[in-house]
C-alpha cells in the first residue's frame, strides 16, 4: 500500500506508482506539518465521480483528480469544516460548512469565493443538494434551512422544538420531496415548492427505539435504510410508505455511524448493496435481499471515521481515525459485484396487519429465512453466536461494561473528557423521556422560580433561562423542589454541563436527587440531620481529634459537611476538579458522596486545626482551598472500605436505582404536610402579596395621580416663571442677537467692502493685464509698423536708388543731349552770326553807298536825312527781329517738347513709388517746371548788367559820328537809341536769347559763375529735397509712437482715478 504525504505541498500526484495491490487501498494520503498529523474531517465527490474534495482541521480544502493522479490547495478558509457538497449544476462549484456557523460556495478552478451565507446559530452537520442543482439544504441541530443556489439567498427555515431535535433533512434522488428525520424516530416528506407535508412514515413499534442517526436512500429514490443506536436496519418503501424489512448485523456492530448504497450501471437505481459503518470503524458491505456479507473496508485497528462513495460507483473514499484518507477500488475488492446474483434468497414478506415485521440477522456465507410470527407481538428468532455471556450486572446501555469503565477510572483517574458525557449517560442508565418531559416544560414556568434572577443573578443569560427551565420542570415533578432554596446550587453545575441539552441535564439532576440525595428532603425545611450525622459518625470514627476541635470551636456538620453537599462540591472545587470526582461518584454508591465530604473534611485536617473562629470555618468551606482531589479521592475509596458496616451509610441508603422510561418516577420522600402547608402558606402569602400589590398599585396610582397634579401645579406655576425667564432671556437674547446680527452685518459689510475692493483690485490688475497686454500688442504692432516700415523704406531706398541711377542715367542722357544741342545751337548761332554778318556786310555796304549817296545830298534839308533814316533803322530792326523770333521760337518749342517728353517718363517713375517717392516726383516737377522765359530773363539780367557804360558810350559815339549803328563785334551799325530798346523790349517779351557780344555762345547748364541761374536738369536739389521728405516722415513716426505713449499713459491714470471713485463710495 503506498502511502503519500501531502504536507504543505499546493500540488502534486496522488501516487508515485500504479497501484496494484487488489484487497488494500489504492493509496493512503496523510498530511503532516511541523511533526505533527492534520486530520482531514470531511470528503465529498464531484457529480462526474472522477474527482472529490477534501477539508482538513485547520480549513484547507484540496482537489484530488483520480484520474489524472494530480491533487491541488484550492482553498485556506482558516478554520475547520463541518461538511461539504458540490453544487451539481456549476461542476466548478462547491460549498463548505465552516464553525463558526456560516456557509460558503467556492470555486475550484478559479480558487475565489462566489458566495457567503449566513443564518445557523449552530455548526451545520450535513449539506443536500437538490438533483438539479438549484437548491440546497442544510442541516445543524436545532434547524434546517432553504437555499436558492442562484442567488444564494435563503427561502424558508424549519424550526423545531429543542426537545425534539433534527437528525437530518435532505433530498429525494430525482425528486421533489424532502424528508426530514427528527431524534424521536420520526420521518415526514415534505413537498419541495410548497412545503405542505406528503406524509409521515410510521414509527416503528417492535421493540425498542434505536435513535436514528444514518440513513441512505436508494438512486430511484423508492427505498430508504435508517439505523442508529443498534445493529438494525430498518428498510422502508416509500411508495407505500411501511417498514418491510428490519436487518440486524452481526453482534460486533453495537452502534451504525454511516449508511451508503453503492451505484451500479445494471440495477436501474435500485441499488442493492449497502455499506454500513459501525462504531469499530468497519464498514460492511451487504446486500439488501440477500441480507448476505460481501466484503468490507477498515478494520479496529484502522478504523474509518467516515465514507464516500463515487456516483459512478467506482471508488470509495474513507477518512481514518488517525486523519489519513484510504482511497479504494470497489472493482478490485470484491467479485461477487461482478457475479450474477446468488440463487438463494430470502422471500421478503410485506408487514400486514396480523403480522410483524420479518427481522433476518446478517452472517457471512450464509442466508437465514426470518421465523414466521404467529401472534400480533411476536418476535423473530435472533441468533447468537456462541460463546457470548450474558452479565447483565455489568452490562451498560450502548456496549460499555462497567468493570471495565472501573478499571479505566483506577488507572487515570477520570474518564476522557471527549467520552465523558456518553459515559455519563450510559452510567445514569438516562431514559431520555422525550414526552414526559415536554409535558413538564408545557406547563411553563414554576411559579416559585419566576423570581429567580433576583436572587441568583447570572452574568449568562442562556444560562440563566436553562437554570430557571430545569428547576421549574424539578417543581413540576415535585412540588418540594418548588420550596428547596438550595437546588439551584444543586442543579446549577449540571446546567452549565448541560446547557445544550436541557432533557439530559433535566434527567442528570433527577437522577442526582434520586440517588445521591436519599433522605435529604425528611426533616425539610431543615437540613438533612440524618445526612449529616452519619457524615459526623464517619468522621468521628477516622479523626476524633478533628471532630472535637470542631466541637470545641463550636462548629456543627451544619457548618462543614452541609455546605458541601448543598453545593455538590461546586464552590470548593474548578470545573476539571469537578468533573473528576464525579466521575467517581457516578461509577460508585450513592453513600461515595458522603465519603468524599468525610474526605475532604479529613484532607483538610491541618489548616482546619489551625482555625478557632467560626467565621474562618465558614470561609474555609465556602471558598477554593489548595487540595489534591486525588488525594482526596483516594481518601474517599479508603474511607469506603474501611468503615465500619453499622456506621457505613451505604446500610443506610439505597442502592442506585435508574429512572423509568416513559414516565418519570413518583417522588414523595418528604414530610407532604409540611410542603403542603409552606405551599399553602406561600399561595396565601402569594395571594395577600397580590393584594397587598394591587391595593400598593391602587394607592400609588392614587399617590401618582395626587403627585402628577401637585406637580402639574408646581409645574403650572414653574412654567410661569421658567415663562417670565424665558421672555426676559429671549429678550436678553434678541438684544443680544441682534447686537450680534449687527456686528455680523457690520463684518459683512466690511468683507463687502473688502470683497469689492478685493474685486475692484482683481479688476484693476485684469484690466492692467489688459491693457498691458494691449500695449504688447500696440509694441507688437508698431514694432511690426517699423519692420515694415524699414522693409518699405529699405525698399524705398532700393527703389529711390535705382530710380536715381535711372535719373543719373536720364540726366547723362540729358546732358549728352544738352551738348549736342548746345554744339547744334553753336553751330546755328555762328552760321546765324556769319549770315547776319554778311548780311550787316551787304547793308553796310549799301548803307554806305547810300551814304555816299546821302552825302552827296547834304545839301537836302535836315528833315529828309532824318525820316530816312528812321525808315532806315525800322526796316532794319523789323527784319532782326523777325529772324530773331522764328529762330527762337523753333529753338523753344523743340525744348518745350524735349521737356515734356522727360517729364512724361519722370511721372511714370515717380508714380510707382510712395509718398516720398511722390514728393520726390513734384520736387523734380517744380524744379522743372520753371518757364524758359524766366532763365532767360535772369540771363538777359545779369548781361545787362555786365555791360559796360564805355561800349555803350562808344557805340553811341560811333553812331552818332557816322550815323549808323554798330554791332557787338565792331560793325558799325546805325544809332538808333529807340529803335535798340525796342529790340530789348522784343526780347524780354518774346522770351529770346540775346545775341553776345563778341564770342558769346548760349548754355544750357552752364557752370561759370556767370551762368548759375540757368536752365540746370541735375537731381541734386531734388535728391535734397527727397531727403528732406524722409526727414519729414520719420518726424511723422516719431511722433505717432509719442501720441501712442501719451494714449496709454492716460487710460491707466483714468483706470486708476476710476478705482479710487468706485471704492471712495464703498468706504463711505
Known amino acids: 500500500m503506498q502511502e503519500t504525504d501531502i504536507g504543505n505541498k499546493e500540488d502534486g500526484y496522488i501516487w508515485h506508482r500504479k497501484p496494484t495491490s487488489r484487497k488494500a487501498p489504492m493509496v493512503t494520503v496523510v498530511r503532516t506539518a511541523q511533526a505533527k498529523t492534520v486530520r482531514f474531517l470531511h470528503v465529498?465527490?464531484?457529480?462526474?465521480?472522477?474527482?472529490?474534495?477534501?477539508?482538513?482541521?485547520?480549513?484547507?480544502?484540496?482537489?484530488?483528480?483520480?484520474?489524472?493522479?494530480?491533487?491541488?490547495?484550492?482553498?485556506?478558509?482558516?478554520?475547520?469544516?463541518?461538511a461539504l457538497a458540490f453544487t451539481l449544476r456549476r461542476t466548478s462549484e462547491f460549498l463548505v460548512a465552516l464553525a463558526d456557523y456560516t456557509l460558503k460556495c467556492f470555486d475550484k478552478d478559479t480558487k475565489q469565493l462566489v458566495s457567503w451565507m449566513r443564518g445557523h446559530e449552530r455548526a451545520v452537520s450535513y449539506i443536500s443538494v437538490h438533483s438539479s442543482g438549484r437548491y440546497a439544504i442544510t442541516t445543524s441541530s436545532d434547524t434546517a434551512q432553504l437555499w436558492d443556489l442562484d442567488t444564494f439567498q435563503r427561502k424558508r427555515k424549519l424550526n423545531v422544538r429543542q426537545s425534539v431535535g433534527i437528525q437530518r433533512v435532505f433530498y429525494l434522488p430525482h425528486s421533489n420531496t424532502i424528508l426530514s428525520c427528527f431524534s424521536d424516530d420520526s420521518i415526514f416528506a415534505w413537498e419541495s415548492d410548497t412545503l405542505v407535508c406528503k406524509y409521515q412514515l410510521p414509527v416503528p413499534d417492535c421493540g425498542p427505539g434505536i435513535s436514528y442517526k444514518a440513513f441512505a436512500v436508494t438512486s430511484d429514490g423508492k427505498n430508504l435504510v435508517s439505523a442508529g443506536r443498534s445493529n438494525l436496519l430498518h428498510l422502508w418503501c416509500l411508495e407505500n410508505k411501511q417498514l418491510i424489512q428490519v436487518i440486524q448485523m452481526p453482534s460486533q456492530v453495537r452502534t451504525i455511524r454511516q449508511l451508503e448504497f453503492l451505484p451500479h450501471a445494471l440495477d436501474s437505481g435500485a441499488n442493492q448493496t449497502l455499506g454500513v459503518l459501525s462504531q469499530d470503524g468497519v464498514m460492511r458491505f451487504i446486500n439488501i435481499h440477500t441480507c448476505r456479507l460481501l466484503f468490507q473496508i477498515g478494520s479496529p485497528d484502522n478504523a474509518l471515521t467516515s465514507v464516500d462513495v463515487c456516483p459512478n460507483g467506482r471508488h470509495v473514499v474513507a477518512i481514518m481515525d488517525?486523519?489519513?484518507?484510504?482511497?479504494?477500488?470497489?472493482?478490485?475488492?470484491?467479485?461477487?459485484?461482478?457475479?450474477?446474483?446468488?440463487?438463494?434468497?430470502?422471500?421478503?414478506?410485506?408487514?400486514?396487519?396480523?403480522?410483524?415485521?420479518?427481522?433476518?440477522?446478517?452472517?457471512?456465507?450464509?442466508?437465514?429465512?426470518?421465523?414466521?410470527?404467529?401472534?400480533?407481538?411476536?418476535?423473530?428468532?435472533?441468533?447468537?453466536?456462541?460463546?457470548?455471556?450474558?452479565?447483565?450486572?455489568?452490562?451498560?446501555?450502548?456496549?460499555?461494561?462497567?468493570k471495565r469503565l472501573v478499571a479505566m477510572l483506577k488507572e487515570f483517574g477520570e474518564y476522557p473528557a471527549k467520552y465523558r458525557m456518553f459515559v455519563w449517560r450510559t452510567l445514569l442508565f438516562l431514559p431520555e423521556n422525550?414526552?414526559?418531559?415536554?409535558?413538564?416544560?408545557?406547563?411553563?414556568?414554576?411559579?416559585?422560580?419566576?423570581?429567580?434572577?433576583?436572587?441568583?443573578?447570572?452574568?449568562?443569560?442562556?444560562?440563566?433561562?436553562?437554570?430557571?427551565?430545569?428547576?421549574?420542570?424539578?417543581?413540576?415533578?415535585?412540588?418540594?423542589?418548588?420550596?428547596?432554596?438550595?437546588?439551584?446550587?444543586?442543579?446549577?453545575?449540571?446546567?452549565?454541563?448541560?446547557?445544550?441539552?436541557?432533557?439530559?441535564?433535566?434527567?442528570?439532576?433527577?437522577t442526582v436527587i434520586v440517588n445521591w440525595c436519599q433522605h435529604w428532603f425528611e426533616y425539610f425545611p431543615n437540613p438533612p440531620l440524618n445526612?449529616?450525622?452519619?457524615?459526623?459518625?464517619?468522621?468521628?470514627?477516622?479523626?476524633?481529634?478533628?471532630?472535637?476541635?470542631?466541637?470545641?470551636?463550636?462548629?456543627?456538620?451544619?457548618?462543614?459537611?452541609?455546605?458541601?453537599?448543598?453545593t455538590l462540591f461546586s464552590e470548593v472545587l474548578t470545573r476539571d476538579e469537578w468533573l473528576r470526582l464525579f466521575d467517581n461518584i457516578f461509577t460508585n454508591h450513592p453513600s461515595f458522596l458522603l465519603m468524599t465530604c468525610v474526605a475532604y473534611t479529613t484532607c483538610s485536617r491541618e489548616p482546619l486545626l489551625q482555625c478557632s473562629q467560626k467565621q474562618d470555618f465558614e470561609y474555609f468551606f465556602h471558598h477554593r482551598n489548595n487540595m489534591d482531589v486525588g488525594a482526596m479521592i483516594k481518601k474517599a475509596y479508603h474511607l469506603m472500605s474501611n468503615t465500619p458496616v453499622d456506621i457505613h451509610p451505604k446500610t443506610m441508603l439505597s442502592d442506585f436505582t435508574p429512572l423509568t422510561k416513559g414516565q418519570y418516577p413518583i417522588f414523595n420522600q418528604y414530610p407532604e404536610f409540611i410542603v403542603e402547608y409552606q405551599s399553602c402558606e406561600r399561595e396565601k402569602i402569594r395571594l395577600q402579596e397580590m393584594e397587598y400589590l394591587r391595593e400598593r398599585q391602587e394607592l400609588s396610582v392614587m399617590h401618582a395621580e395626587f403627585v402628577r397634579r401637585q406637580a402639574d401645579q408646581e409645574t403650572y406655576y414653574t412654567q410661569q416663571e421658567l415663562l417670565q425667564k424665558a421672555e426676559e432671556e429671549r429678550r436678553n437674547t434678541l438684544a443680544q442677537e441682534e447686537e450680534k446680527l449687527t456686528r455680523q452685518r457690520e463684518k459683512l459689510a466690511a468683507m463687502k467692502r473688502e470683497l469689492k475692493v478685493k474685486e475692484l483690485q482683481l479688476l484693476d490688475a485684469s484690466r492692467r493685464r489688459f491693457l498691458k497686454h494691449q500695449q504688447k500688442m500696440k509694441a507688437s504692432q508698431i514694432e511690426k509698423l517699423d519692420q515694415e516700415i524699414s522693409r518699405k523704406m529699405d525698399l524705398r531706398d532700393q527703389e529711390t536708388a535705382a530710380a536715381i541711377q535711372d535719373l543719373e542715367v536720364r540726366q547723362m542722357e540729358l546732358e549728352a543731349q544738352r551738348r549736342r544741342l548746345e554744339e547744334h545751337l553753336l553751330k546755328e548761332q555762328e552760321e546765324t552770326e556769319r549770315r547776319v554778318g554778311d548780311d550787316v556786310e551787304v547793308r553796310l555796304r549799301k548803307a554806305e553807298r547810300e551814304s555816299e549817296n546821302l552825302a552827296q545830298r547834304l545839301h537836302k534839308p535836315n528833315k529828309n536825312i532824318q525820316d530816312h533814316e528812321g525808315s532806315l533803322a525800322e526796316a532794319l530792326q523789323q527784319r532782326l527781329d523777325l529772324g530773331w523770333e522764328q529762330e527762337v521760337v523753333a529753338r523753344l518749342e523743340q525744348v518745350e517738347a524735349e521737356h515734356d517728353r522727360n517729364t512724361e517718363r519722370l511721372t511714370e517713375i515717380d508714380a510707382q513709388t510712395e509718398a516720398a517717392e511722390s514728393r520726390l516726383t513734384d520736387t523734380v516737377r517744380a524744379a522743372a517746371g520753371k518757364t524758359w522765359e524766366e532763365v532767360m530773363n535772369t540771363r538777359f539780367t545779369q548781361q545787362h548788367k555786365r555791360m559796360s557804360p564805355r561800349n555803350t558810350g562808344d557805340l553811341t559815339q560811333r553812331s552818332s559820328s557816322n550815323g549808323i549803328p554798330h554791332t557787338s563785334n565792331g560793325t558799325t551799325e546805325a544809332n538808333l537809341p529807340s529803335t535798340s530798346a525796342a529790340f530789348m523790349n522784343q526780347q524780354h517779351r518774346t522770351g529770346a536769347t540775346p545775341r553776345q557780344q563778341g564770342p558769346t555762345r548760349v548754355c544750357l547748364n552752364s557752370s561759370s559763375p556767370t551762368e548759375s541761374n540757368s536752365t540746370n536738369f541735375s537731381l541734386d536739389r531734388g535728391r535734397a529735397q527727397l531727403d528732406d521728405g524722409e526727414r519729414e516722415l520719420l518726424k511723422e513716426i516719431r511722433e505717432l509712437r509719442q501720441k501712442l505713449a501719451a494714449r496709454a499713459k492716460e487710460g491707466i491714470s483714468m483706470s486708476s482715478q476710476s478705482v479710487f471713485s468706485s471704492s471712495s463710495p464703498v468706504s463711505q
Not at 356 to 375: E, L
Not at 442 to 457: E, F, N, Q, R
Request: one cysteine or more; aromatic letters at 8%; proline letters at 5%.
Open 44 to 82: 465529498a465527490f464531484d457529480t462526474t465521480g472522477e474527482s472529490f474534495i477534501a477539508g482538513d482541521h485547520h480549513g484547507n480544502i484540496y482537489v484530488f483528480d483520480i484520474g489524472r493522479n494530480r491533487f491541488r490547495l484550492v482553498q485556506k478558509t482558516g478554520q475547520a469544516g463541518t
Open 322 to 402: 488517525n486523519g489519513g484518507i484510504n482511497i479504494y477500488s470497489l472493482q478490485s475488492l470484491t467479485d461477487e459485484l461482478n457475479q450474477p446474483p446468488h440463487s438463494q434468497v430470502v422471500a421478503v414478506k410485506h408487514k400486514k396487519a396480523d403480522q410483524t415485521v420479518p427481522k433476518v440477522k446478517v452472517q457471512s456465507g450464509a442466508v437465514h429465512k426470518p421465523v414466521p410470527s404467529s401472534g400480533r407481538r411476536t418476535e423473530a428468532k435472533i441468533l447468537r453466536p456462541s460463546g457470548v455471556s450474558d452479565d447483565k450486572e455489568n452490562e451498560l446501555p450502548a456496549g460499555l461494561n462497567r
Open 434 to 510: 422525550y414526552a414526559a418531559y415536554g409535558s413538564l416544560t408545557d406547563k411553563g414556568l414554576h411559579v416559585a422560580h419566576l423570581s429567580l434572577h433576583d436572587k441568583y443573578p447570572i452574568k449568562s443569560q442562556k444560562l440563566q433561562r436553562g437554570l430557571q427551565r430545569v428547576l421549574s420542570a424539578l417543581a413540576h415533578w415535585a412540588a418540594i423542589f418548588g420550596e428547596v432554596e438550595y437546588l439551584p446550587l444543586v442543579a446549577f453545575p449540571f446546567v452549565k454541563l448541560f446547557q445544550n441539552n436541557p432533557l439530559l441535564c433535566f434527567e442528570v439532576v433527577a
Open 531 to 566: 445526612i449529616l450525622s452519619m457524615v459526623e459518625n464517619v468522621l468521628a470514627h477516622h479523626d476524633k481529634e478533628l471532630l472535637q476541635h470542631l466541637v470545641d470551636c463550636g462548629v456543627t456538620s451544619q457548618l462543614y459537611a452541609w455546605p458541601l453537599l448543598e
